[in-house]
Every structure is written in C-alpha cells, then in structure tokens.
C-alpha cells in the first residue's frame, strides 16, 4: 500500500555532513514506525535510526547517537536523517522502511514490511 523513495546520498569526506530524505506515497496511517538502516558491502542490514510517529519519539544505534538527527514531516509525508560528523564506516546503502510494530522493535530490521530501494553514501578519509 506505500512506497518509499529514498534521495540525499553522496559521496563526502570524513567530518562532512548529508542529510537523507525518504518521500513516502499512499497511506501511512497505519505504520507507527519509520526508520533508516543501512547494509555495507559483505555485512548485514542494521538499524540506524527511527522514529515513533505516535509520539515522535526518535530511537538511534549506539554507533550513531549524537551525531544522525531523525525527523519527520507530516505535511510533506517525509522522514528525513540528518548526519553529521560522517566516519568511513558510515559508509553503506541507506534504506528507509516503514512498520506497524511496536516502539520496542523500532530498531529491528525483520519488524518493519516496507522498504525503499535504497541510496548510497560513501565517506571517504
């Protein structure tokens, strides 16, 4: 019933900063989660941040708290992750997803039913 399209990716020095964005179309009432996570080539799909959208409560990975803000936009029917302070290993396919589970599995991958196609983000030294 939704699709997501991510955009924002890019290719930025170690420090440097990007900011994703996911549009989401057709009806989102019915997924109370919304998050980004991200696949590095040879590893697994991780959390990396995600937003209750009942309360808007944001949820991070230890590896990227303080530095990634998650927001969402009602209006514009978009999520957006702001990261700063970029490492190389940030350095992955971005994906966003959307749930309907609860917040104690914001950050669980096999949790959340749709995702987006995915944008890249390399961090170079």
């Known amino acids: 019933q939704v699709q997501l399209v991510e955009s924002g990716g890019g290719s930025v020095q170690a420090g440097g900063s990007l900011r994703l964005s996911c549009v989401f179309f057709g009806y989102t009432y019915y997924y109370n989660c919304m998050g980004w996570f991200r696949q590095a080539p040879g590893k697994g799909r991780e959390g990396v941040a995600a937003?209750?959208?009942?309360?808007?409560?944001?949820y991070y990975a230890d590896s990227v708290k303080g530095r990634f803000t998650i927001a969402q936009d009602k209006a514009k029917n978009t999520v957006s992750l702001q990261m700063n302070n970029l490492k190389p290993e940030d350095t992955a396919m971005y994906y966003c997803a959307a749930g309907a589970q609860s917040w104690t599995r914001a950050l669980v991958v096999g949790a959340y039913t749709h995702w987006g196609q995915g944008t890249q983000v390399t961090v170079s030294s």
């Open positions: 937003i209750y959208t009942n309360n808007g409560y944001p």
